[in-house]
């Protein structure tokens, strides 16, 4: 396949009104002209970004139009995992009533984004939504969807209930939704990724993104214990430190020769050849193993070595500012330079916080699985493992084109041996290691620990809400680490993060029951789909209605730069709301209370401006080195080396061939991401192999594949992929 995609479609911003209604006022007719497709970039400082981008005007055309009665009703039984993230207003939020922008709002009343749709469209909503996850709403109405129109579910069982004739297949109505089908010509990997049935080219729900085509995840560190610890001229002293623990940790880097990495310069500016020298400095963990070896390593004798190992291993280019190989643009860590950092870390409590005890890695709730799970993903960064971030269980595409699963891959259970080796140590902590109560909240306001790998936004907001003056807690580089491309048979060094958003795993179905023979509510339910991916239904559903948007003294927005792009800025009531109810956090705000970002296309320029000015100076630093080439990622399209590619988020099997998926329990259980359940790899982290009949990567391997059902799950896959591939070159 040599199709070249598109990236990043760029368009100007349509502040138009898109939808002409009928004279009569008694029927709506959506007439529209197909839109470009907009996508943005979450983390990009507009002033630092480097977009590789095109501008596509989309011709008009004339299209059929969808009609429907003024008023018609929808039963929407569609929200994100909470009652507190529906369509309406729960009583705990509501309370007695909330004013936002100069209205009160009560339980039961419609969030300010869903009166717009309303108002803009001529539709009716009614709320049936129960409050649960995509997957469990889905459950819940399963058996009575001829008593709702829309219904969120997770897209595995959209598609399989839609193959079997649940849901509406909006593909064939395509022609008549001009924004959905422009976006989708503008962006092929999200019309695979939700492309239900290759026979017909079916789809069955309209895609979800929280953002698309940038990072999600990142390293976050409290940045300013690294610069007390590794900046300044002479030795590190300090008055009293601990002791290093028994070494567990072995060499993930080599021990001798050199490697070189493009890093981006200190100023932003371009891309220059850093080299790593092995044989002037050895290898920092095997140096520091080597003193262990012979007794006692105090944090201060810790901290020298490696000030030591840095001026030497890059013949003093960082200076004085050692820190800048963790924490600046030019940033160049790896995983062992990391454990030698986490090593100081734990043994200079006293330095750090004053106390005699300082985490290591942690996650933002080290109880709950469902984000235990995030140090698992980190260990695929820092050790150069697929899959463990990937948009569809744990498949990617290998450089020979085929798909593999990162559970019945050796290298997956070696990372993890590697991370309970950091375990061993203590840098791991200890709430982790026991799955007891602790938050990143808690960490931070307390200074207990040092760095985790989640969202940017929602976590560097806490430099406002919990830390001190003179505290800092940031987004730092991806890792170097080597990574098997196809490209070198030794694998290649570089930065590579698979933490890469795309079309979500949930999305909104029509549900056949619920519309029926009702011609209304089918295409009112089409003109929602399309108005969301129009250029004001993507501004509405990221940002709410216009009150919530500042405006100039004509009505028009006003606009910042944002990735190449004019973007509204959002209104000081927008900024005054979300301090006081959500302590700026901009996604629980969204949902909670203007009822946005619920599903379809959410823009992240809203997000960027919430965003606290250290949590923009990481993901600056982060989105120069993405703009300039020194950090790789998959791509929303069919490349050339397919390793490279992004899995789509579904794939089209049968019926049958789900059936037979759903067969394979343990594969599915073992392997769980959600809240309160099970996953050997984050176990294996903190206990090792405990599992029976899993004793090593291998015999692990050896169980996964051939009695949990795994080869037979990725022959299935195999063959979605193959006939999803064939689609794609009949488009």
């Not at 498949?395 to 019945?408: E, H, M, N, T, V």
């Not at 295409?523 to 100039?552: H, Q, R, V, W």
């Amino acid at each position: 396949m040599k199709k070249t995609i598109v990236k990043v479609l760029v368009i100007s911003l349509m502040l138009c009104t898109l939808i002409a209604c009928g004279g009569s006022k008694k029927t709506i007719a959506v007439q529209q002209t197909a839109a470009p497709a907009q996508t943005t970039t979450q983390t990009a400082a507009p002033a630092q970004t480097v977009t590789k981008a095109e501008t596509v005007a989309a011709p008009v055309q004339e299209v059929k139009k969808l009609e429907y009665a003024e008023g018609t009703v929808l039963r929407m039984a569609t929200g994100y995992n909470s009652k507190k993230t529906g369509l309406t207003f729960d009583a705990d939020t509501a309370k007695d009533g909330i004013e936002l922008a100069g209205k009160i709002y009560r339980a039961g009343d419609l969030k300010p984004t869903w009166v717009e749709v309303q108002n803009v469209l001529g539709i009716k909503f009614e709320d049936k939504y129960q409050g649960n996850s995509a997957t469990n709403e889905l459950k819940y109405w399963a058996e009575k969807l001829g008593d709702v129109d829309m219904v969120s579910g997770n897209a595995t069982s959209l598609v399989e209930y839609g193959d079997k004739g649940a849901f509406v297949d909006i593909a064939k109505y395509l022609d008549q939704m001009p924004n959905f089908k422009a976006y989708l010509d503008a962006n092929p990997i999200v019309r695979l990724s939700i492309t239900g049935n290759t026979s017909t080219g079916a789809i069955y729900f309209s895609p979800y993104f929280d953002g698309v085509n940038d990072i999600e995840r990142m390293p976050l560190m409290r940045t300013d214990w690294v610069v007390k610890l590794l900046d300044g001229e002479g030795a590190f002293t300090a008055a009293k430190s601990g002791t290093l623990k028994a070494a567990a940790y072995t060499p993930y880097m080599p021990e001798s020769g050199k490697v070189t990495v493009d890093t981006v310069k200190a100023d932003g500016s371009g891309v220059f050849a850093l080299t790593k020298d092995y044989d002037k400095a050895g290898n920092i963990v095997a140096k520091m193993n080597a003193a262990l070896a012979k007794g006692s390593v105090s944090g201060v004798d810790a901290v020298n070595m490696l000030r030591t190992y840095i001026d030497e291993a890059y013949n003093g280019y960082y200076g004085t500012t050692r820190s800048n190989l963790f924490v600046g643009q030019d940033a160049a860590w790896d995983v062992d330079e990391l454990v030698a950092l986490l090593r100081c870390v734990v043994a200079n409590a006293q330095t750090l916080n004053g106390t005699d005890v300082v985490q290591g890695l942690f996650s933002r709730e080290d109880a709950n699985n469902q984000r235990r799970v995030d140090l698992f993903r980190f260990a695929g960064t820092l050790f150069g493992v697929r899959g463990l971030e990937s948009r569809q269980d744990y498949l990617y595409f290998g450089s020979d084109g085929k798909l593999y699963d990162a559970r019945q891959m050796e290298a997956t259970y070696k990372a993890m041996e590697k991370m309970n080796q950091m375990a061993q140590e203590g840098l791991i902590s200890q709430s982790f290691m026991d799955s007891s109560a602790e938050t990143s909240a808690k960490m931070l306001e307390n200074d207990l620990g040092f760095m985790s790998y989640d969202y940017n936004q929602t976590q560097t907001i806490m430099n406002e809400t919990k830390l001190q003056d003179g505290e800092k807690y940031m987004a730092v580089m991806v890792p170097v680490a080597r990574w098997y491309d196809g490209s070198n048979a030794d694998g290649v060094y570089m930065r590579f993060t698979e933490s890469w958003r795309s079309v979500k795993t949930d999305g909104w179905a029509i549900s056949k029951a619920g519309v029926g023979n009702d011609t209304n509510k089918l295409n009112a339910a089409l003109a929602l789909i399309d108005y969301a991916y129009s250029p004001e239904g993507m501004i509405l559903m990221s940002y709410g209605p216009k009150e919530f948007i500042k405006t100039n003294a004509d009505g028009s927005y006003v606009t910042f730069s944002f990735n190449g792009q004019q973007m509204p800025v959002i209104a000081d009531v927008t900024q005054e709301l979300l301090w006081k109810l959500t302590s700026g956090n901009y996604t629980n705000f969204a949902r909670m209370y203007l009822g946005s970002t619920l599903s379809f296309a959410k823009s992240q320029a809203f997000e960027y401006q919430c965003t606290h000015e250290v949590g923009k100076e990481g993901a600056g630093h982060i989105s120069t080195a993405i703009g300039l080439g020194t950090i790789k990622h998959p791509e929303l399209a069919v490349t050339s080396n397919l390793w490279y590619a992004s899995v789509p988020t579904t794939l089209p099997t049968t019926s049958v061939e789900t059936d037979t998926v759903n067969q394979y329990t343990e594969l599915q259980n073992q392997f769980n991401q959600q809240k309160g359940k099970v996953n050997i790899l984050v176990d294996q982290i903190a206990k090792g192999y405990t599992l029976e009949g899993c004793s090593s990567a291998a015999t692990t391997v050896n169980k996964v594949t051939n009695e949990w059902g795994g080869s037979q799950y990725l022959f299935i896959k195999q063959g979605a992929w193959n006939r999803l591939l064939k689609f794609y070159s009949q488009l």
